[in-house]
C-alpha cells in the first residue's frame, strides 16, 4: 500500500497499513521480495520511497565524503548511501562515519554503537530530515546527526540525543554558514574542523 506525502514527510495512509520489523525486512531482502533496485527504506516499521537525487545532492554527498574521508582517525571509515540496522528502522543516510572496518561487517549492518555520525543532504527531504530521521536517529542514541541543508545554504548540527523516549529528540542545534567551520566530534571527542563550503555545492 502507499504511503502518502505531506511536506516531503511519510505519513500513513487513512486505511490500515502492515508494519514490518527489521526481521521481517530482512525476509524480504533475502527473497528477493526487495532489491537493490527499490528505492525504499524502512523508517518506523514503513517502507518509505527515498526521492531521487539531484546534481547539488549527489555533489554535496561526494564533498562530504571526500572531506570526512580525508580527517578520520585509524578505526574509523566513511559509508555513502548505506544501511545502518536501528530498532525498528533501516534507515539509509547519504553519509556515515562507522566505527571498526568494513570487513567487519560481512555479515550484518552497522548498528547503532557502531556509528559516530550520520549525515543526511537535504532538499525536497528538508522536512522529513528534520522530523522522522531525527526522531529515529535520536532514539538510536546516535551521538550527532548533520543535516546538509541546501535548501537555506547551511549545516545543521545535532548532539545530545534523548534515547528512547515517548518523543525522541536531539537537545542541542547549532547552524554553521558559509565562512564557518564545522567541528567533527566522534565519541564527543573533537577529531577536525571543515569549512562549510568545502561540504556545500
Same mark, same amino acid.
Given at each position: 500500500?502507499? %504511503? !502518502?506525502?505531506?511536506?516531503? +514527510?511519510?505519513?500513513? /495512509?487513512? +486505511?490500515?497499513?502492515?508494519?514490518?520489523? &527489521?526481521?521481517?525486512?530482512? *525476509?524480504?531482502?533475502?527473497?528477493? %521480495?526487495?532489491?537493490?533496485?527499490?528505492? &525504499?527504506? @524502512?523508517?518506523?516499521? @514503513?517502507?518509505?520511497?527515498?526521492?531521487?537525487?539531484?546534481? #547539488?545532492?549527489?555533489?554535496?554527498?561526494?564533498?562530504?565524503?571526500?572531506?570526512?574521508?580525508?580527517?578520520?582517525?585509524?578505526?574509523? =571509515?566513511?559509508?555513502? *548511501?548505506?544501511?545502518?540496522?536501528?530498532?525498528?528502522? $533501516?534507515?539509509?543516510?547519504?553519509?556515515?562515519? %562507522?566505527?571498526? $572496518?568494513?570487513?567487519?561487517?560481512?555479515?550484518?549492518? /552497522?548498528? #547503532? +554503537?557502531?556509528?559516530?555520525?550520520?549525515?543526511?543532504?537535504?532538499?525536497?527531504?528538508? *522536512?522529513?530530515?528534520?522530523?522522522?530521521?531525527?526522531?529515529?536517529?535520536?532514539?538510536?542514541?546516535?551521538?550527532?546527526?548533520?543535516?546538509?541543508?541546501?535548501?537555506?545554504? !547551511?549545516?545543521?548540527? =545535532?548532539?545530545? /540525543?534523548?534515547?528512547?523516549?515517548?518523543?525522541?529528540? =536531539?537537545?542541542?542545534?547549532?547552524?554553521?554558514?558559509?565562512? $564557518?567551520?564545522?567541528?567533527?566530534?566522534?565519541?564527543?571527542? #573533537?577529531?577536525? $574542523?571543515? +569549512? &562549510?563550503?568545502?561540504?556545500?555545492?
Amino acid at each position: 500500500m502507499a %504511503i !502518502q506525502r505531506q511536506g516531503g +514527510a511519510a505519513t500513513p /495512509p487513512d +486505511a490500515a497499513i502492515w508494519r514490518l520489523s &527489521v526481521a521481517q525486512y530482512h *525476509q524480504m531482502v533475502r527473497s528477493g %521480495i526487495l532489491t537493490d533496485d527499490d528505492p &525504499v527504506e @524502512l523508517l518506523e516499521g @514503513l517502507l518509505v520511497a527515498k526521492m531521487p537525487k539531484n546534481p #547539488p545532492h549527489r555533489l554535496a554527498t561526494q564533498l562530504t565524503c571526500a572531506a570526512l574521508s580525508a580527517t578520520l582517525p585509524a578505526g574509523w =571509515y566513511v559509508d555513502a *548511501q548505506e544501511p545502518i540496522t536501528l530498532a525498528d528502522s $533501516e534507515p539509509e543516510p547519504d553519509v556515515a562515519v %562507522i566505527r571498526g $572496518e568494513r570487513r567487519g561487517y560481512s555479515d550484518r549492518h /552497522p548498528g #547503532p +554503537a557502531d556509528v559516530g555520525l550520520v549525515v543526511e543532504v537535504s532538499d525536497t527531504t528538508l *522536512q522529513r530530515d528534520r522530523s522522522i530521521k531525527q526522531r529515529l536517529y535520536a532514539a538510536a542514541e546516535i551521538g550527532c546527526y548533520w543535516i546538509l541543508n541546501l535548501v537555506e545554504g !547551511q549545516i545543521e548540527v =545535532y548532539s545530545a /540525543p534523548s534515547g528512547p523516549t515517548a518523543e525522541p529528540r =536531539y537537545g542541542q542545534r547549532h547552524d554553521y554558514l558559509r565562512g $564557518e567551520r564545522v567541528p567533527l566530534l566522534l565519541n564527543g571527542l #573533537p577529531i577536525a $574542523e571543515l +569549512a &562549510v563550503e568545502a561540504l556545500l555545492p
